[in-house]
């Protein structure tokens, strides 16, 4: 066994249980060297290839037949998946979401993704994220292993330089493709790669090593930080309010508490399941949130939805609960539940009116009777039970006839023993 086999074997011990081994193959030299390398270690999973086609100039015709030369050579499996790349501001970016998106698909349960990304590749990365302002989680480059659908994305190759592939590659007389696009220096990265890290390492040869050796240690700072964030998470979701709101949301108060800078640390790891991240000039937006008046309802608009404080809590909105609902609604068969447009569902619970009966939502001037209270202005009814200001344009109202018997989740607020139950829409959508 080769060193480079060895090193690989020895990086790869974690993964060795796995149902399967998939290697992103694009037929440059990192991953052809990386599949002739997998196909030589003994004892391993069952080992397969994924070409991603991105169609995205002529040339790249040629790559998918390489690959499969390459992978008949070696007894493995290859898998050609087309993808389409939406033209944006940035080509890379839309190509390497194209790309990540087409692997999760074709992973299976357990499986582990391997890719070819090395030491040089960590330096640029790191190179790029400092140029940007990046904070300490962007400053740790790439992961060495993240989780990718149904299984994981492990990068084995990232204590390895391109040199090291490249005279293994000329040892055992491997060929691959080089995509013209990397010669492009109006791309980023490549121009790292071109211009700037060359005269780097011109000037100090172990550059990639060292940068290298930095993303690793800002990951290590960067899991420390996590393990923080959970600790002031732990406190902060402390439930609270209406029981049926299931949004994600916070304790306000338990941030207050905090330093402003792990106040920042808990609602990056938070925010990061929901939404892109704002940079630094955008947290603004944060303390506007948080030192606002205590009957303000102020809003902190992300990328991907929208936070949103009431009282002495804050609540993650997105998805359906940014789109605006529906007008009223015949209810013919009120024994079964109704959808409600973009708003989740309603049942009723107790014994029908004889009157017709629709769901509506507000528009002012609202009354409901109350037994014991008489008849009360619904706006006040809904300033008593704390229920936020943006729940009430779409917290469902039930309507008798012309007179308004119930609101949804509030048992309180009913005339008799009629209950409206909603099920609200949840606060979810695809990210990144």
Known sequence: MTDLASRLQDNLAPWRDAPGWCVALSGGLDSCVLLHLLASLKDRPALRAVHIHHGLQSVADAWPEHCRRLCDSLGVDLLVRHVRVEQGASLEQSARTARYEAFAEVLQAGEI?????????????????????????GLAAMPDQR????GRLVRPLLDISRDELLAYAHEHGLQWVDDPSNAQTQFDRNYVRHQVLPAMIARWPQASRGLARTAAHLAEAGAL???????????????????????????????????????RNVLQYWLARHTRLPDTRHWAGWNDLRDARGDASPVWRLTDGELHRAGQRIYWLSADWLAPVGGPVAWSEPGTPLEL?????????????????????REGGETLEIPGRGRRDLKRLLNEAQVPAFVRARLPLLFAGTCLVAVANLPELTDGDLQLVWSVPTSEQGLR
């Not at 209406?242 to 207050?256: F, H, K, Q, Y």
């Not at 619970?349 to 629709?358: F, I, V």
């Open 341 to 361: 447009f973009r708003n989740g569902c309603v049942s009723l619970r107790g014994e029908l009116p004889r009157e017709a009966l629709r769901i509506a939502y």
């Open 113 to 137: 993704l391997l890719t070819g990304q090395h030491r040089d590749d960590q330096a640029e990365t790191l190179l790029l994220r400092l140029l940007r302002g990046a904070g300490v989680r």
């Open 147 to 150: 989780s990718l659908g149904q």
């Open 225 to 263: 930080l996590e393990e923080l964030a959970r600790d002031d998470l732990a406190s902060a979701q402390a439930p609270g309010g209406l029981s049926w709101l299931t949004l994600p949301s916070l304790d306000l108060p338990s941030l207050v508490r905090l330093s402003p800078a792990r106040q």
